[in-house]
């Protein structure tokens, strides 16, 4: 499919659904929409590539790629020494950063959904419950597998695994684990849903040409236009939602691929770009009737900002590894990713493997070295083995995403601000992390580890949060604002607190549940 083959809707059809971004929410929603014939306009900031504009070199496709937008950073953690430009490691394009995403597919476990009543209160962390739970969200979860075609799930078969895993696995028996595999992952393991099995060519970061991973752009969007309801604009970048005198949202200005300034009116908006973009675009579209900006009545809009706890442990063996090979992320390790205070912190994490190519490696193993040690990590590259750690993190009201008008983008507009600064538990649980995952490689005869810190972050969450109370949050338990009846946020901004599992599935999952309570509400004139 290409964007050719979108429908087009007259800018003054008031009878669409505005969705603002193509990624796993956005994407999904659209698809999930069109099938239930809905009118959709999905605004793209970014352009379309496609499987064959993909290049598999990591810098001349992040470049391709990235979201490289100015941003500013600010806080005490390391993302804003090392990188303050980039605090987000996210994509541009049609299909959002599911193009990007390694494919991890965990669910969240039921004492996530209830981490206030479930942790108590901790000093400094703003933990609230969600307004759903693991059993309301069961059944999306398995429809979400179903559509990615998540391994391990659903009858669907394990990827093989490659040395870097077997490495892992090795490790992880011999240190006592014992829930650990090759996925689940949503790339196939053999051909599914039109997609074909996974070449094991280990560039999952660059767009895969080859298809086998699901992604909102060789998955939902073609299924979408297939239906003859979906008009996508790619190179829209949204600019400001507008509202009537009631308090309704109408329409969406956005800048076009001329640089134009376009209105498509609007029957609902649904803002899915990612939890930095998403709050900027709401505060953005601040009015007297919304001083604070957009459906932000309870002042928590761009704050209990998420990123996961995360950071990299790199092995050095005496045999070659070639961790390059096969899949780029293969497996994980799931024994610490249970809630267990005796450990130090609450909350768990996952143990995944990852693999990065030296250019990458270079640039992130540890920002900033030089010498000797630093250039012994590029020389020892074949006998490398490299995991990645993922956690939750505690939200915090301090962590925030806010406008920087100091700074302008090339649209004149103030630019976003990440600040953030680690939660005493999030520290904890790295340093927990960064142990286990040095004893694991050390149980199977590693020579040495090297604990990377955390790069920028490709998991973005909280902005936007759920709550049962408006006063509390910013959406309620189906992404939709408390203040604006008719705007949804459909990523993972609405996130109420982060889990430890990667968040693509369950944005995935909520956008289906969302979906089907959209409907249901134009059915009955309720939107």
Known sequence: MTEEQSARFDYDDDSVAVII??????????????????????????G???????????????????????RTTSGSWRVARDFPNL???????????????????????????????????????????????????????????KKIGSTHRHGRP?????????????????????????????????????RPA???????????KSKAKWSTLVSEIPKALATGKLDLRPNSQAVQITHTAEGLVDSVLYVDADGDLQRQKARIVAVAGNAIETPRLMLLSGSPLFPDGLANSSGQLGRNYMRHTTGSVYAKFDKPVHMYRGETMAGLVADESRHDVDRGFAGGYYLETIALGPAFLASF????????????????????????IVGEDMPQESNRVSLNTNAQDRLGLPVPNV??????????????????????????G??????????????????????????????????QTHDVRNLFVSDGSQFTTGAAANPTLTIVALAIRQAEYIAEQMSTSAL
Not at 38 to 44: A, D, I, S, T
Not at 52 to 69: G, H, I, K, P, R
């Open 21 to 46: 971004g193509s990624g796993a929410g956005g994407g999904t929603l659209a698809h999930e929409l069109t099938e239930k014939g809905l009118k959709v306009v999905v605004l793209e900031a970014g």
């Open 198 to 208: 996974s070449i094991q060519d280990g560039f999952n970061f660059q767009g895969d």
């Open 446 to 479: 590693a020579l040495s580890s090297h604990h990377t810190p955390p790069y920028p972050s490709t998991h973005n969450m909280g902005t936007a949060r759920m709550s049962e109370r408006p006063e509390d949050g910013v959406v309620n338990a189906y992404g």
């Open 419 to 444: 600040h953030f600064d680690d939660h005493p538990n999030d520290s904890a649980m790295r340093e927990h992390a960064y142990q286990q995952g040095s004893l694991l490689y050390e149980a199977v």
């Open 158 to 194: 394990a990827l093989p695994a490659n040395n870097n895993y077997k490495v892992l696995a090795a490790g992880a028996e011999r240190i006592g684990y014992r829930h650990y595999a090759t996925g689940p992952y949503g790339t196939n393991a053999e051909p599914y849903d039109g």
């Open 87 to 145: 605090p987000a490691w996210i994509v541009k394009a049609v299909g959002g950063s599911t193009t990007h995403w390694s494919g991890a597919t965990p669910r969240f476990k039921a004492h996530e959904f209830k981490t206030r009543s479930t942790y108590g209160r901790i000093d400094g962390a703003n933990l609230l419950d969600w307004p759903i739970t693991l059993d309301d969200l069961a059944p999306y979860y398995d429809k979400a597998e």
């Open 48 to 70: 379309h590539l496609t499987s064959e504009d993909y290049v598999n070199n990591e810098w001349e496709s992040f470049n391709q790629m990235a979201w490289l937008d100015p």
């Open 365 to 388: 193993v540890d920002p900033g070295a030089w010498g000797p040690e630093f250039a012994s990590l590029l020389d020892d590259y074949e006998n490398t083995a490299g995991l990645w």
